[in-house]
């Protein structure tokens, strides 16, 4: 993560992923291609669901974080390579748990993403990889929890 190799990856490290605002118009965007439920799609029906107003897909937050761990990621990485230090790769993710839609993401809402590693151990299957834990969040301009899940994702070991 963040061009670490598995060997930097420490438990307690925070990274700050950068923000995401959730437009009107990509709210609609999203949802009506991925998760047409009325208070995603419609004005009228969310103004009179229990959030009073159009929301974002669940989904579609989740995506608005993935955006910012690649491009955080990515930037770093440019960052060391620009230092003249060498730079891990990023291998898949093996899954995630603990998802949770803490609050409503309204169209103009600025959520701020954060990843902090949580843990870390050796792959005996994959000697070049390490699997690293991690927890990440995203919060609303109010201060607001507003999502969080729990992940792993391999990580290239030096060689």
């Given at each position: 993560?963040m061009?670490?190799?598995?060997?930097?990856?420490?438990?307690?490290?925070?990274?700050?992923?950068?923000?995401?605002?959730?437009?009107?118009e990509?709210?609609?965007?999203?949802a009506?291609?991925?998760?047409?439920?009325t208070?995603?799609v419609d004005?009228?029906?969310?103004?009179?669901?229990?959030?009073?107003?159009?929301?974002a897909s669940?989904?579609?937050?989740a995506?608005?974080?993935?955006?910012?761990?690649v491009?955080?990621n990515d930037?770093?990485?440019?960052?060391?390579?620009?230092?003249?230090?060498a730079?891990?790769?990023?291998?898949?993710?093996?899954?995630?748990r603990?998802?949770?839609?803490?609050k409503p993401?309204?169209?103009?809402d600025?959520?701020?993403?954060?990843?902090t590693?949580?843990?870390?151990?050796?792959?005996a299957?994959?000697?070049?990889?390490?699997?690293?834990?991690?927890?990440?969040?995203?919060?609303?301009?109010?201060?607001?929890?507003?999502?969080?899940?729990?992940?792993?994702?391999?990580?290239?070991?030096?060689?």
């Amino acid at each position: 993560m963040m061009g670490l190799f598995f060997e930097e990856c420490e438990a307690g490290m925070r990274f700050d992923l950068g923000e995401h605002r959730f437009t009107g118009e990509a709210i609609l965007r999203f949802a009506r291609a991925y998760d047409p439920q009325t208070f995603h799609v419609d004005d009228e029906a969310a103004a009179r669901s229990p959030f009073g107003a159009l929301i974002a897909s669940g989904w579609h937050t989740a995506a608005g974080w993935m955006r910012c761990f690649v491009d955080s990621n990515d930037q770093a990485r440019r960052e060391r390579l620009e230092r003249g230090e060498a730079v891990s790769a990023l291998g898949p993710s093996p899954g995630f748990r603990n998802l949770k839609w803490l609050k409503p993401v309204y169209a103009g809402d600025v959520l701020t993403f954060n990843l902090t590693i949580t843990g870390k151990r050796p792959l005996a299957s994959r000697p070049d990889w390490g699997l690293v834990e991690m927890h990440s969040d995203g919060t609303n301009r109010k201060g607001e929890l507003a999502f969080a899940f729990d992940g792993k994702v391999l990580v290239a070991r030096r060689r």
